[in-house]
């Protein structure tokens, strides 16, 4: 069911056994994943099914170093939106950043989990074999397209094997006709479902902590209009994005000075996104001519393709992931006829012929505590203190950078890709702006020293509080984050599932459902029992990829 803060009585206590934040794509994925099981949740979102400038406004944040891109109804950004959605990478809405997702979906690489000893605080604790099965789930149940096939085709293993002669890579990413909106996806099953209590309006404002500092039992939430709310819960799952989950953790300081997980002083920093630069164009070159159609970008869905340099290069030269996007544009008919009359030969694809490429370059960049975001002094209309984002990057990102457009243009041009115009205006990181990719707030790690949460997503130092989001990237190489945010959220439903199964066969006391009398008659007959809902049969094992990374 679904319902508003403001159908609720004043200082309502609601109670369920999963309290889930958010309701993007990390979030009802573990939310509905779990009531599905029979567990009761409640999902609780900040903004409601319409938009809500007011709403929105919560996420104003002050900016002390590089700022990201801001709201602009005639931004490049995102044309497809309605203007009020423009060029914002945070939405406080029902679905939220879902609903201004472009719908690209992209494996991590098995590469990208490990640890480059030329890259300070690279590598994950986790790897790649960890979330394969989750990403075929997703892409199963999804109904995206399969990557691992596509890596195989026999065109693509042949332009593979060109560029890897001339040591650049590629990779494939899913690319939806029509993006996912959690909202439209999950809204149906989240109105019907007898276990699943979506509240929207209600602003999480703090996290409540028992005597002994180690377990959290409630979520304070309030609204706009001043309603108030307190959600407990066994377990709380933060799936808020990286800033939100940094500010909740921090805000969340009464009981615990510096705020929850943060006893080494590591909430918040870490902060990584992936810094982009979408005005250069390439010229066509052979060998982009004879694979035209792998380069395409329309129709959708289809997989795309993007290039790097080879990890032998990155690691000779000691760099950082670096990506090509191009993107064809079309001929005009006095293009055409120009082209021809200077004797150029023509590039074309199934929509046409094919004047240049737009060049979208997205860096990595190399995770350092000193980038970070922390509570500063300015207040929200809800009182609670705004984020201070400072984003910065170090010798490493700028050399880093430098180098690899050196060789990519080298070697692009070598392999008969094309040629870059940058028209006298190269990328550099003072141009660039930020991809809406927020990484690395509260990273994974083996051990609290080392960053917040576990490798099952969990607080360090508390018993029952999880983060489902890039928040918890150690490190983010690949562009677009949103497949492996899904595939960890997935992962913590399943542990999620288990944890409570096997507490109760320890014979644990199921919490009991929402007490509330303003929704005990819509609640009524409502079970906890696993035969209200659909069985879903254990995932089948994983046989071993053997594509590499290459997918």
């Given amino acids: 069911m679904i319902t508003d803060i403001l159908e609720m009585g004043e200082q309502t206590t609601l109670r369920g056994q999963v309290v889930v934040l958010g309701s993007g794509i990390a979030g009802a994925e573990v939310a509905t994943h779990l009531a599905r099981h029979g567990r009761e949740v409640v999902l609780l979102e900040s903004g409601r099914e319409q938009f809500d400038p007011a709403i929105q406004a919560l996420n104003e944040v002050t900016f002390l170093g590089k700022r990201h891109r801001e709201l602009n109804p005639h931004s490049y950004y995102h044309q497809y939106l309605p203007p009020a959605l423009r060029g914002v990478s945070r939405v406080r809405q029902f679905g939220g950043t879902s609903n201004v997702w472009t719908g690209k979906w992209k494996y991590l690489q098995p590469i990208d989990f490990e640890g480059r000893p030329w890259v300070a605080n690279s590598g994950w604790p986790i790897g790649f074999a960890d979330l394969l099965e989750h990403y075929r789930s997703a892409a199963q149940d999804y109904g995206f397209g399969d990557l691992e096939a596509e890596a195989m085709r026999s065109e693509i293993v042949e332009l593979r094997g060109k560029l890897a002669a001339?040591?650049?890579?590629?990779?494939?990413?899913?690319?939806?006709?029509?993006?996912?909106?959690?909202?439209?996806?999950?809204?149906?099953?989240?109105?019907?479902?007898?276990?699943?209590?979506?509240?929207?309006?209600?602003?999480?404002?703090?996290?409540?902590?028992?005597?002994?500092?180690?377990?959290?039992?409630?979520?304070?939430?309030?609204?706009?209009?001043?309603?108030?709310l307190r959600v407990e819960g066994e377990v709380i799952v933060l799936?808020?994005?990286?800033?939100?989950?940094?500010?909740?953790?921090?805000?969340?300081?009464?009981?615990?000075?510096?705020?929850?997980?943060?006893?080494?002083?590591?909430?918040?920093?870490?902060?990584?996104?992936?810094?982009?630069?979408?005005?250069?164009?390439?010229?066509?070159?052979?060998?982009?001519?004879?694979?035209?159609?792998?380069?395409?970008?329309?129709?959708?869905?289809?997989?795309?393709?993007?290039?790097?340099?080879?990890?032998?290069?990155?690691?000779?030269?000691?760099?950082?992931?670096?990506?090509?996007?191009?993107?064809?544009?079309?001929?005009?008919?006095?293009?055409?006829?120009?082209?021809?009359?200077?004797?150029?030969?023509?590039?074309?694809?199934?929509?046409?012929?094919?004047?240049?490429?737009?060049?979208?370059?997205?860096?990595?960049?190399?995770?350092?505590?000193?980038?970070?975001?922390?509570?500063?002094?300015?207040?929200?209309?809800?009182?609670?203190?705004?984020?201070?984002?400072?984003?910065?990057?170090?010798?490493?990102?700028?050399?880093?950078?430098?180098?690899?457009?050196?060789?990519?243009?080298?070697r692009t041009a070598a392999v008969g890709l094309g040629t870059f115009d940058f028209s006298n205006s190269p990328p550099t990181l003072e141009t660039m702006t930020d991809a809406a990719h927020q990484m690395g707030t509260t990273r994974m790690a083996d051990r609290p020293e080392a960053g917040v949460v576990d490798t099952d997503c969990r607080v360090f130092g508390t018993e029952n509080l999880y983060v489902a989001s890039s928040a918890v990237f150690p490190t983010g190489p690949s562009y677009s984050p949103t497949f492996t945010i899904l595939a960890l959220a997935r992962r913590l439903g399943q542990h999620l599932l288990q944890m409570t199964v096997q507490r109760s066969q320890r014979g644990a006391v199921a919490p009991v459902p929402v007490s509330q009398q303003q929704i005990a008659s819509s609640s009524a007959g409502v079970s906890a029992d696993c035969s209200l809902v659909k069985r879903v049969d254990p995932m089948p094992a994983v046989k071993p990829s053997p594509l590499g990374p290459v997918l």
């Fill in 166 to 228: 001339g040591g650049l890579k590629m990779s494939s990413f899913y690319w939806e006709a029509t993006p996912t909106r959690t909202a439209k996806r999950f809204g149906d099953e989240m109105r019907r479902s007898p276990n699943l209590r979506v509240v929207l309006g209600a602003t999480a404002t703090e996290l409540k902590l028992d005597d002994s500092c180690q377990r959290v039992t409630a979520v304070v939430c309030r609204s706009l209009e001043g309603r108030e």
């Fill in 239 to 410: 799936a808020t994005g990286a800033f939100e989950a940094a500010r909740l953790l921090l805000a969340s300081d009464r009981q615990l000075p510096g705020g929850i997980g943060n006893a080494y002083d590591l909430v918040g920093r870490f902060y990584t996104d992936h810094p982009k630069h979408h005005t250069s164009t390439l010229r066509p070159g052979p060998l982009a001519r004879q694979y035209a159609q792998e380069l395409q970008y329309s129709p959708k869905p289809r997989f795309c393709i993007c290039f790097a340099l080879d990890d032998a290069t990155q690691q000779a030269h000691q760099l950082l992931e670096h990506v090509l996007y191009l993107k064809p544009i079309y001929e005009k008919p006095r293009e055409r006829l120009w082209r021809r009359l200077r004797g150029r030969p023509g590039c074309r694809d199934e929509n046409g012929a094919i004047a240049t490429y737009r060049v979208k370059f997205v860096t990595e960049q190399a995770p350092h505590q000193n980038s970070r975001v922390n509570l500063g002094p300015a207040l929200d209309h809800l009182g609670q203190r705004k984020l201070e984002v400072d984003w910065c990057f170090t010798d490493q990102d700028y050399q880093s950078m430098d180098k690899t457009l050196a060789l990519l243009t080298q």
